[in-house]
């Protein structure tokens, strides 16, 4: 099995996965902020093993396959999981923001075996792709600061909420060129670089 991550974009993969892992573990200690940053990480793994898969040359059909089941699962681990274990650790374990966290788990993996089973149609994703989750609760954490204390939790669970909503919906989303590929990686670096700092000062 262990061969299987020799190929450059299964190892991108695994490194997401990997992320995803520590993403897990910061949720876990409270630290939610590095949470995010290194969910963010997870999210750009995601982005660039499609890229690197693509342009491997002579991939042969089993890695090929291998790799498509480790991505779908990268993609509920850092696309669902992490968001749901963030909105419950923000709530506080609270009924309304488990219920949240359990309803994003369920829409994700439904989601994610739609596209499994009919991918792209037309260069377009049937419901938001769950790869908005983290940069949005990147830009909740990094203009945390700027929200009364009373508004910032509400604000992030109703956003979830209908978030969760559109991605079981029939929307059509574009599939994401080069120049949005540029502003992804732009965006999750500084906003990663921002929630580093800031975890790191308060603790």
């Not at 190892?11 to 939610?32: D, E, K, P, Q, W």
Request: charged residues 10%; positive net charge.
């Amino acid at each position: 099995m262990l061969r299987y991550l020799l190929d450059p974009a299964n190892a991108i993969t695994i490194l997401g996965i990997l992320f995803s892992g520590l993403a897990l573990h910061a949720v876990l200690t409270g630290r939610l902020e590095m949470a995010v940053a290194i969910g963010l990480w997870s999210m750009l793994a995601d982005q660039l093993d499609g890229i690197v898969a693509k342009r491997t040359p002579n991939r042969g059909s089993d890695v090929a396959e291998i790799g498509k089941c480790l991505d779908g699962l990268g993609d509920v681990i850092y696309g669902a999981v992490i968001p749901a274990a963030v909105i419950i650790a923000l709530g506080e374990g609270a009924l309304v923001a488990t219920s949240l966290g359990i309803l994003m788990i369920c829409a994700g993996a439904l989601r994610l075996s739609y596209f499994s089973r009919f991918g792209l149609r037309g260069g377009y994703f049937t419901g938001i792709p769950l790869s908005y989750d983290v940069p949005l609760l990147a830009i909740f954490f990094v203009t945390r600061q700027w929200f009364p204390a009373e508004v910032f939790n509400p604000a992030v669970m109703i956003s979830f909420f209908l978030l969760t909503c559109l991605h079981v919906s029939s929307i059509r989303v574009p599939a994401p060129r080069r120049a949005m590929y540029l502003v992804i990686t732009a965006f999750s670096a500084v906003s990663s670089a921002i929630l580093v700092s800031r975890a790191m000062t308060f603790n």
